[in-house]
Antibody, heavy 116, light 109 residues
Framework: QVQLQESGPGLVKPSETLSLTCTVSGGSISSYYWSWIRQPAGKGLEWIGRMSASGSTNYNPSLKSRITMSLDTSKNLFSLKLSSLTAADTAVYYC??????????WGQGTLVTVSS | ENVLTQSPGTLSLSPGERATLSCRASQSVSGSFLAWYQQKPGQAPRLLIYGASTRATGIPDRFSGSGSGTDFTLTISRLEPEDFAVYYCQQYGSSPMYTFGQGTKLEIK
């Protein structure tokens, strides 16, 4: 079955840009939508955005000005860039496959800390 | 934005008891677009229910979902020790936009 694995730096400085990658195995990325979701420590879940294999993107309006998502079908992965980081962006970042209107499966998550 | 409010914030029950978790939306949600997840400490959320009432693959039948419009419920008929976790509801709406409830923590009494 499809499995997802996030990768990226654990520590990023304020004002810099975060770059995360989600590698998909067990299935082709050329179908479905693919999403990023984040969760600050001890808090709830926030949807960041989604991307289709055709390149269509939809972003959370609260983050839209700072987000770029991309997808590489040759490598079966998709990526997130989040700019102008602040401490409020410190969270566990998950990637997930969008199935219909829900998320399944999810990656294990990667902790990103924004600190100087 | 369609805000989802889950209640109670924390639910304290014993194994074997029945759990009823509520998710109320500020705007009507199509039943097809409401899902529930379970999250244990240090783990990613796991899909339990989609389409308001359809169990995901491998989910035990003690988990059931119901509701329509703005009021949805997740019921766990007889709690097992592994069911104690945080539960989130999630909806998909126009724009498109996905939102989650703030979560209900189900703890052992």
């Amino acid at each position: 079955q499809v499995q997802l694995q996030e990768s990226g730096p654990g520590l990023v400085k304020p004002s810099e840009t975060l770059s995360l990658t989600c590698t998909v195995s067990g299935g082709s990325i050329s179908s479905y939508y693919w999403s990023w979701i984040r969760q600050p420590a001890g808090k709830g879940l926030e949807w960041i955005g989604r991307m289709s294999a055709s390149g269509s993107t939809n972003y959370n309006p609260s983050l839209k000005s700072r987000i770029t998502m991309s997808l590489d079908t040759s490598k079966n992965l998709f990526s997130l860039k989040l700019s102008s980081l602040t401490a409020a962006d410190t969270a566990v970042y998950y990637c997930a496959k969008v199935s219909g209107s829900w998320f399944d499966p999810w990656g294990q998550g990667t902790l990103v800390t924004v600190s100087s | 934005e369609n805000v989802l409010t889950q209640s109670p914030g924390t639910l304290s029950l014993s194994p074997g008891e029945r759990a009823t978790l509520s998710c109320r939306a500020s705007q009507s949600v199509s039943g097809s677009f409401l899902a529930w997840y379970q999250q244990k400490p240090g783990q990613a959320p796991r899909l339990l229910i989609y389409g308001a009432s359809t169990r995901a693959t491998g989910i035990p039948d003690r988990f059931s979902g119901s509701g329509s419009g703005t009021d949805f419920t997740l019921t766990i008929s007889r709690l097992e020790p592994e069911d104690f976790a945080v539960y989130y509801c999630q909806q998909y709406g126009s724009s498109p936009m996905y939102t989650f409830g703030q979560g209900t923590k189900l703890e052992i009494k």
